[in-house]
T-cell receptor
Framework: KAGVTQTPRYLIKTRGQQVTLSCSPI?????VSWYQQTPGQGLQFLFE???????NKGNFPGRFSGRQFSNSRSEMNVSTLELGDSALYLC??????????????FGEGSWLTVV | TQLLEQSPQFLSIQEGENLTVYCNSS?????LQWYRQEPGEGPVLLVT?????EVKKLKRLTFQFGDARKDSSLHITAAQTGDTGLYLC???????????FGTGTQLKVEL
């Protein structure tokens, strides 16, 4: 079955602009979470959506937002981009997002460069 | 905020050598996962350990969860060049897919 698909794979934006990243989870998966990966901070949790509702949120400013659609596809948006937002943004999906048998699958990520 | 410290941060070894990567925290996790990430790709789950003292083996990889469920180790026997990658531990706090990732160990195995 197809894996987690993220688009776009690479993008360059200017400071002050906004960006929207898209994630299509594995078919049947209802939980989608987003992570930011940078050399300095490593992998950090942004937020998680389950059945169109935000279930968990990390410690990121309000410029970072997300949503999930009825087909479980998810988008995340970053407004007023800063240089420090340059990172690999990873989307992960799982069937339920809870329970010991819950396996999380990551996409290949979207590389964002802010100039 | 729960933190997971991994050591060593970098490791460069010759093929055939053994190695151990450590993942330590002051907090208790309901489970701990190990991932490997290769350049340009997302992390791939290797194993999940749940019970304190648990040991799991995956071919040449041996994973152990500490008795108090605060720390874990990954041991690779007879490393191969294909083991090269970034190894990440991640703690599950027990609520949804909110994982706390470790600082990572970059492993390079050379011929």
């Amino acid at each position: 079955k197809a894996g987690v698909t993220q688009t776009p794979r690479y993008l360059i934006k200017t400071r002050g602009q906004q960006v929207t990243l898209s994630c299509s989870p594995i078919s049947g998966h209802r939980s989608v979470s987003w992570y930011q990966q940078t050399p300095g901070q490593g992998l950090q949790f942004l937020f998680e959506y389950f059945s169109e509702t935000q279930r968990n949120k990390g410690n990121f400013p309000g410029r970072f937002s997300g949503r999930q659609f009825s087909n479980s596809r998810s988008e995340m948006n970053v407004s007023t981009l800063e240089l420090g937002d340059s990172a690999l943004y990873l989307c992960a999906s799982s069937f339920t997002g809870q329970g010991l048998g819950n396996t999380i699958y990551f996409g290949e990520g979207s590389w964002l460069t802010v100039v | 905020t729960q933190l997971l410290e991994q050591s060593p941060q970098f490791l460069s070894i010759q093929e055939g050598e053994n190695l151990t990567v450590y993942c330590n925290s002051s907090s208790v996790f309901s489970s701990l996962q190990w991932y490997r990430q290769e350049p340009g790709e997302g992390p791939v789950l290797l194993v999940t350990v749940v019970t304190g003292g648990e040991v799991k083996k995956l071919k040449r990889l041996t994973f152990q969860f500490g008795d108090a469920r605060k720390d874990s180790s990954l041991h690779i026997t007879a490393a191969q060049t294909g083991d090269t990658g970034l190894y990440l531990c991640a703690g599950d706090e027990g609520g949804g897919n909110k994982l706390t990732f470790g600082t990572g160990t970059q492993l390079k195995v050379e011929l």
